[in-house]
């Protein structure tokens, strides 16, 4: 096995599922999106990523006319935009759930035939997947656990080597953290993310990711109590003081996440676009 990352590669990650990352690296995508291919003679694509030409064709290639399914853990649209055309070229069942009403933020090309309930297993003659309902990076989020391999496809639940935006109103931080600790009683060994390469110590950074954010939002509580009221701009410095000036506009986002955790625990309130604390 391979655990590295060459955008259009076709990689072995676990003895059922394959790899390819698209060719889109960059700030919010790491790497790049990783689409991965679970199964041999029926395959299931899980996020085929953006509607870029030379990563359908590389699907398509990897697939042969075996295609048969083609999912989506969220509709982002560096994450489900080339499930039309796989569909359009091999008659494959798109399946997923969408979000409704559009945040701005949402491929609305997504249409699929099936949708999941939280832990629906669903089983095919080389393989199971156990859908799992993760809202917090936003609410139509699901991770898929290969149940013969163990090997828990994250999405955008949780990426190797950064944090996850948390973007309101569809994205919900006390969500975030609460479908984070449901992924905890699953017999998973490695989790596959939807950027980076494959996790080898999923509980250790689960739990890592849990302890991160709730670190995160005692610095939110310690300034709030301090300051008493500020608004986004003002507070995301000081929140943030520790990462890159260049990255607060995008922090913002994560901030407003656990500012709304905290106005729903009532420690704090909102007028105007002032926060206050109580």
Known sequence: MINSIEPGQLVQV??????????????????????YLVGQQSVAVIDPGPAEPSHIDAILQACG??????????????????????????GAVIMGNTLGENDGFQDESFK??????????????EFSLRALHTPGHVNNHLCFLVE??????TGDHIMQGSTVVIIPPHGDMQDYIESLRLLLPYPVKALGPGHGTIIEKPIEEIQGIINHRLGREIKV??????????????????????????????????LHAHLIKLLKEQRVKLQGDTWHWL
């Open 148 to 153: 013969e391999d163990g090997l828990l496809l």
């Open 221 to 254: 509580v310690t300034v709030m109590s301090d300051r008493q009221t500020g608004t986004l701009e003002t507070l995301t410095p000081l929140v943030y003081d520790d990462v890159d000036a260049a990255l607060h506009p995008v922090a913002s986002y994560s």
């Open 112 to 125: 699929p035939q099936k949708s999941f309930q939280h832990d629906e297993s669903w089983l095919t003659e």
């Open 65 to 90: 006319d075996q295609l048969r399914w083609i999912l989506a853990t969220h509709t982002h649209p560096d994450h489900s935009p080339a499930a039309v055309a796989l569909a359009e070229a091999t």
């Open 14 to 35: 676990s003895d059922r599922v394959r790899r390819i990352t698209a060719p889109n690296p960059g700030p919010m995508t790491g790497s790049g999106t990783n689409t």
